[in-house]
């Protein structure tokens, strides 16, 4: 069986509907309508990727809650917000929670899955680094892409999939400014609209460590760089 995808989705058409799609990919799908179940499910086995609606059910944030409770169960896991709330306050909000992406239910079946892909691209791409580029140390900065694990003075910053390949991305190279392309294509990126709220969430956490923090620098007009 293939890799194993989470969908928490109150409306049952909608939710069949996704399902379906997947598992023609040759996706093992695992549906739920509301959170208590889906977390019930969660702790006993964890998916491969997670798509979650906001709304769950009597619980108009059910989504949002449940990507904070999946969120600390594995900071790694990829997790698709796909939702019909399309306020920019939303997803914000979705990717400071630690979602990879976030989607509108209007977006087509080819592209949902184009995005879940891209996402199991990238943690392939990450588990097939050569081993010299497993550990990597920038002053401070530490990142194991081995372990997927970033520490800032020693102390663990619990980055997303999306926000490690990100920093380790700038970081590779201080001083060469990166554009919003070469994020996206090395964060396996399909949408370049999230690149800003990533970065801003990737420096309050390494800001909540260090408030002096300043290693990441916008170059205005061009896209981000690793302060030599």
């Known amino acids: 069986m293939g890799r194993r995808i989470a969908i928490v989705e109150d409306e049952a058409a909608i939710r069949a509907n996704y399902a379906e799609a997947l598992v023609r ?6 549906a739920y309508a509301d959170r208590p179940a889906a ?17 769950l059910g009597d619980e108009p944030e059910g989504g949002f ?40 239910k209007d977006v087509s079946l ?5 995005r879940v892909a891209a996402l199991f691209r990238r943690v392939e791409a990450i588990s097939e680094a050569r081993p010299q580029e497993d550990l990597l140390e920038r ?7 081995m372990r997927l694990v970033a520490e800032w003075k020693g102390q663990p910053v619990a980055l997303t999939l999306t926000e490690f390949w990100m920093v380790h991305t700038l970081a590779r190279t201080p001083g060469h400014v990166k554009s919003r392309d070469q994020l996206m294509q090395d964060a396996r990126l399909v949408d ?10 990737i420096r309050r956490k390494f800001a909540a460590i260090d408030a002096d923090f300043d290693c990441i620098e916008s170059v205005y007009g061009m896209g981000y760089r690793w302060k030599a």
């Open 65 to 104: 809650t449940l990507c904070g409770e999946l969120r600390a169960m594995s900071a790694r896991l990829p997790i698709i917000f796909l939702t019909a709330r399309d306020s920019d306050f939303d997803i914000v909000s979705g990717l400071r929670l630690g979602a990879d992406d976030y989607l509108t």
């Open 139 to 145: 002053g401070p900065l530490r990142l194991d892409a």
């Open 110 to 114: 080819p592209h949902l899955l184009a």
């Open 25 to 30: 990919q040759g996706y093992d799908v695992a």
């Open 192 to 201: 370049d609209g999230t690149i800003t709220s990533h970065v801003k969430r």
């Open 39 to 55: 977390l019930a499910a969660f702790r006993s086995r964890l998916p491969d990727l997670a798509i979650i609606d906001i709304g």
